[in-house]
């Protein structure tokens, strides 16, 4: 089955504690993003990545890191989490084939730093 | 950065009514996309609409994008309780890759 898997589901952790949620797609999709999805607010592009190796800031990088060692993942690191980056988090994947842009997207991470 | 509005937020309806959501920007878009949020779940995207004045059916589900490609409205017609969710908007812009989301509308169709 073509999925995009995302990894805790849900995470409570504290201020400054160092995490990182996972992200893997199955479609063979060049093209993999990572948004933040807050109360009023919709969806906010935090990185996404063209290809392997090629990365690019979306519109709320700030505290967040990627890495795009590998087609298939797309791991989100938060080097220091604070309150302010509780929130919905979902990974998304597309092909070039298919233009513009059509989106996969995961299941969702519930982050809740305290 | 280009600005998404959709409205109403929230709609709450009776099964068999019809409803009209909207999504607004200033800004020309290259692409627009309609996605579909269930509770706990990802956005399943709906259609995506590319030329001025398009509209596009899926089943009872009518998209237009505007002649302008600044404006998008989603009508559904004898709305269903399996309509219930939560509606995005997504413009694309000129970079590939990055869309633009609007806040969505909440639609919610009680029997």
């Known amino acids: 089955e073509a999925q995009v898997t995302q990894n805790p589901r ?35 592009q935090i990185y996404y990545s063209m290809n392997v190796e090629v990365t690019d800031k979306g519109d709320v990088p700030e505290g967040y890191k990627v890495s795009r060692k590998e ?44 | 950065t280009q600005l998404l509005e959709q409205s109403p937020q929230f709609l709450s309806i009776q099964e068999g009514e019809n409803l009209t959501v909207y999504c607004n920007s200033s800004s020309v878009f290259s692409s627009l996309q309609w996605y579909r949020q269930e509770p706990g779940e990802g956005p399943v995207l709906l259609v995506t609409v590319v030329t001025g004045g398009e509209v596009k059916k899926l089943k009872r589900l009518t998209f237009q994008f505007g002649d302008a490609r600044k404006d998008s409205s989603l009508h559904i017609t004898a709305a269903q309780p399996g309509d219930t969710g939560l509606y995005l908007c997504a413009g694309g812009g000129d970079s590939w890759g990055k869309l633009q989301f609007g806040a969505g509308t909440q639609v919610v169709v009680t029997p």
Request: charged content about 15%; hydrophobic content about 30%; overall charge positive.
């Open chain 1, 10 to 44: 849900y995470l409570i952790t504290v201020t400054g504690k160092k995490l990182t949620v996972t992200c893997s797609q199955n479609m063979n999709h060049e093209y993999m993003s990572w948004y933040r999805q807050d109360p009023g607010l919709g969806l906010r």
């Open chain 1, 71 to 114: 087609k298939r993942n797309f791991p989100l690191i938060l080097e220091s989490p604070s309150p302010n980056q509780t929130s919905l988090y979902f990974c998304a994947s597309s092909s070039y084939d298919r233009a513009p842009v059509e989106q996969y997207f995961g299941p969702g991470t519930r982050l809740t730093v305290t």
